[in-house]
């Protein structure tokens, strides 16, 4: 067995007020920057404090508002989301007046459902893994109100042609011949990885003469890029991450719906969520108009 990296990789990224904020603050003249700079010294002991009577200073109205933007809503997703996930965290705080930051962490399904299990800070769960929601939500971690799935993913063979063009071979028969090795996420860490193993079971292709087939990845995105650097012949990936990719010589093998389910992603509120109203907001909006063309964008599906 072969795996890639030393575990599940995890990202954070926190969206930033929005541009025209920016803006504001970089236009702010000279003078009020300088004002900025006195005011942080301590007063010279050679000058004479202002007469009692002297009326207080008025502070400046060109001194930018430097009061953080606030959090409308933490989110814990799978990292298979990261990209279109981002887009419509972005699209969603620009619509409202005070550019809230939308955090959001990133993880493959197994160290969500950890964290999720030993307390956490979140407002808002989306995974890719349909019966970890229902274990947390049976556990009383997840609110089950508001439950709604936001869009499905497929997954796909990502394989190099056969050398010998025969219509009567399928994905199946090149495992352990022509592809040598098949990379996929690691089925204890990341839930394509699961339905990965659904699909070789289905064939019963995990055995001891496969054993040494297979290069098992901590994320989706290490499993793509087993094929991306030659370190394997194919790969069980999300349909949404191989869109736009063109290896020489690679097709794309389906799955049959009985091989491999379809994935959906389900958001749910966390009962500990310090911003709930704000976090079900946050998945009407991912499940309204305005979204579907973002969720197409990055090849997911919506209904």
């Known amino acids: 067995m072969h795996r890639l990296g030393p575990g599940a990789c995890r990202t954070n990224a926190a969206l930033r007020p929005n541009r025209h904020a920016r803006a504001s603050r970089r236009s702010q003249p000279g003078h009020a920057r300088a004002a900025r700079r006195a005011d942080s010294c301590s007063t010279p002991t050679n000058v004479a404090p202002p007469p009692a009577s002297s009326p207080a200073?008025?502070?400046?109205?060109?001194?930018?508002?430097?009061?953080?933007?606030?959090?409308?809503?933490?989110?814990?997703?799978?990292?298979?989301?990261?990209?279109?996930?981002?887009?419509?965290?972005?699209?969603?705080?620009?619509?409202?007046?005070?550019?809230?930051?939308?955090?959001?962490?990133?993880?493959?399904?197994?160290?969500?459902?950890?964290?999720?299990?030993s307390g956490s800070d979140w407002d808002l769960v989306i995974s890719a893994d349909l019966q970890d929601v229902k274990d947390l939500t049976d556990k009383g971690l997840l609110v089950p109100d508001g439950q709604r799935t936001l869009a499905r993913n497929t997954l796909e063979i990502y394989g190099r042609r056969a050398l010998i063009k025969d219509d009567e071979l399928d994905w199946f028969d090149l495992v352990g011949t022509e592809w040598k090795k098949v990379a996929l996420g690691n089925p204890d860490l990341v839930a394509s990885g699961r339905v990965a193993k659904h699909a070789l079971d289905k064939h019963s292709l995990i055995n001891d003469d496969t054993k040494d087939v297979f290069v098992y990845a901590p994320t989706d995105a290490r499993a793509v890029s087993a094929v991306e650097e030659e370190k394997a012949d194919a790969v069980f990936a999300y349909k949404s991450d191989l869109t736009g990719l063109n290896l020489h010589g690679f097709d794309i093998f389906p799955l049959t719906s009985d091989e491999a389910p379809p994935i959906f992603y389900t958001a749910a509120v966390l009962r500990s969520a310090k911003n709930a109203a704000q976090a079900q907001a946050f998945i009407l909006f991912c499940t309204g108009d305005s979204a579907r063309p973002i969720w197409a964008k990055y090849g997911f599906e919506t209904n």
């Not at 933490?74 to 930051?101: F, G, H, R, T, Y």
């Not at 955090?103 to 950890?114: D, G, V």
């Open 57 to 117: 200073a008025t502070p400046s109205t060109n001194a930018p508002d430097t009061t953080p933007s606030p959090v409308a809503v933490s989110i814990i997703a799978d990292s298979s989301l990261k990209k279109v996930l981002q887009e419509l965290a972005q699209n969603w705080a620009d619509s409202l007046d005070n550019s809230p930051q939308v955090p959001i962490t990133l993880t493959n399904a197994a160290t969500m459902r950890s964290k999720i299990e």
